[in-house]
């Protein structure tokens, strides 16, 4: 006879930044969770993403700063062999345990193993003994399984065993040559981080004709440029077309669609994600096992009768970023606990606003490139009557200062009709915490008349603001 199955109000499966946060919020909303984690809690956002690669790049960020900063030098390279360590540190060398004290602490029911739906509003639990723990929800069940690295099928790549977002953070012995495929976030933070580390060949091949193909097209040129200036080889318009890695742990060789051939230590990709559903029982509820899956403003799986099923974060491909899953998380524990207790569901805290607006988004480069918005390609194609205005950051006078030879560029998108703005890039050293301001103007959708009267302060780089506006016309 089957177990008589755990009762909980809500099921999250997935314990990344986003299934705790649902979690949290139910709970706060005074309901009981269980949370079901078959790797680490805290997800690969805390130990395969996130926080280990921005553990690999600051280093790398702080010496390109002091080589600016005349006076200041540094000893000598940076000392590999430290940040890792300080990179272990920051991932908790891989234990969970601080993770699943937070969890406990919401208080919520910390369950180990994989979960796959077994039918409405039940979850099946395969610890990592292999037993199998049956639970049920009371009111909701909430995906927030993540995504998954997606690799080509490029002919031989899978077999040479490539470097992931998982292998590149963790990285114990840097490669001294190095292959990347993609253009992309992952390509370009990891790519400036192990060679600074020591990657001193390290080539990427891009199959467009720039990075960061989805930000505004001067900042994958500036990131370019400083890649090339510092000795990394970026090859567009290059496709790999064979790999082969003949012996396990020996080097690889790649082949491109102009001939040429090149080895490596190692070769990683970097060519977007997928969705994880498979194998979470979608098809016991009579959905489709590819992913993402769609949601509505609430988090709510569209398509399951009686609305019962939930997904947030990665999976449902909205954002692949922690920050917009968390508001996700936020949002799907609030309207949970609203809709079990009858409470109204409909309040504008409980809908999801801000990720069809373009989320905010920092990619830790050197130049750092923050974005906010739609970008005027973007605002163009969804018909906004658009201006757009760009200034150099370097003219300000909080810049210069900063830096000798401050290279870094910034624009405003905005709508004319009704003088707010859609998007804004910054692009520079040092520009990161400058993000935040554009995205309060952005969402809050602030008009540049008022904008013209929040001062920024003399002399910061937030002086950007002034000129944009004045390059507008104010
Ligand atoms: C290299 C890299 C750097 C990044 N840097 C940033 C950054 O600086 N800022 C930013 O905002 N975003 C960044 N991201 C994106 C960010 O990591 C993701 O958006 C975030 O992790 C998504 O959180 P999540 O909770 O949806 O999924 P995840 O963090 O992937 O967590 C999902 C969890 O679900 C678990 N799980 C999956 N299936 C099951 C199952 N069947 N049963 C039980 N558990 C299961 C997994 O083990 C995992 O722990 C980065 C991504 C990469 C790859
Ligand atoms: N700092 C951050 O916020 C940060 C850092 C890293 C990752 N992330 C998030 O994680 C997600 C995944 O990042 P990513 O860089 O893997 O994906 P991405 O979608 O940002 O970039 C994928 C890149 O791979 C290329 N590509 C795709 N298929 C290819 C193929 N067959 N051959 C060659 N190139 C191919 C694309 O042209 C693109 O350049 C992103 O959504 C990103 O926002 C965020």
Not at 300 to 306: E, H, I, L, Y
């Amino acid at each position: 006879m089957a177990n008589e199955a755990d009762v909980f109000d809500v099921i999250v499966i997935g314990a990344g930044p986003v299934g705790e946060n649902v979690a949290k919020r139910a709970v706060r909303g005074g309901l009981t969770a269980a949370v079901v984690e078959e790797r680490l809690a805290g997800g690969e956002c805390a130990y395969y993403a996130c926080i280990p690669s921005k553990a690999l790049l600051r280093p790398m960020g702080l010496a390109a700063e002091v080589s600016r900063v005349p006076g200041l030098e540094l000893r000598g390279p940076i000392d590999a062999p430290a940040v890792l360590a300080r990179r272990d540190e920051t991932v908790s060398h891989l234990d969970d345990g601080g993770q699943v004290s937070w969890i406990e602490n919401v208080p919520a029911t910390f369950v180990r193993g994989r979960g796959r739906l077994a039918g409405p509003l039940r979850v099946e639990v395969t610890a990592p003994d292999g037993g199998v723990r049956p639970l049920r929800a009371r009111h909701a069940v909430v995906i927030a399984t993540g995504s998954d690295p997606w690799i080509p099928d490029t002919p031989g790549l899978r077999e040479a065993r490539p470097w992931t977002n998982r292998e590149a953070t963790s990285v114990q012995q840097v490669p001294k040559r190095l292959a990347v495929i993609g253009g992309g976030a992952v390509a370009c933070e990891m790519s400036q981080a192990l060679h600074s580390l020591g990657a001193q060949e390290t080539i990427m091949f891009v199959r467009g004709d720039r990075l960061l193909a989805r930000t505004e097209p001067f900042a994958g040129e500036l990131v370019a440029k400083s890649f090339r200036d510092s000795g990394i080889d970026v090859r567009f318009g290059r496709s790999c077309v064979r790999v082969e890695r003949p012996v396990p742990g020996g080097p690889v060789t790649v082949h491109t669609d102009d001939g040429s051939v090149i080895e490596a230590d190692e070769i990683l990709v970097g060519t977007g994600r997928r969705a994880a559903v498979g194998d979470i029982g979608l098809d016991t509820i009579g959905l489709p096992a590819v992913g993402p899956i769609e949601v509505d403003a609430s988090m709510r799986a569209t398509g399951v009768s009686d609305g019962w099923l939930y997904a947030v974060g990665d999976v449902n491909g909205r954002n692949l970023l922690t920050h917009m899953g968390k508001y996700q998380g936020r949002i799907c524990g609030d309207v949970i606990a609203a809709r079990a207790q009858g409470r109204p569901d409909n309040l504008r805290a409980t809908r999801d606003i801000a990720d069809d607006r373009g989320a905010p988004q920092v990619v830790f480069t050197d130049p750092q490139v923050c974005a906010v918005g739609r970008t005027e390609a973007r605002a163009r194609a969804d018909g906004f009557a658009v201006r757009a205005v760009e200034y150099d950051i370097g003219a300000v006078s909080g810049a210069y200062l900063q830096a000798e030879g401050y290279t870094g560029r910034a624009k405003l998108v905005v709508d004319e009709d009704r003088r707010v703005l859609l998007g804004v890039t910054f692009v520079g050293p040092a520009v990161v915490d400058l993000l935040h301001s554009a995205t309060v103007a952005v969402i809050g959708e602030v008009t540049l008349d008022r904008l013209w009267h929040a001062v920024p302060s003399f002399p910061t780089v937030s002086e950007i603001w002034l000129h944009l506006l004045e390059e507008y016309g104010l």
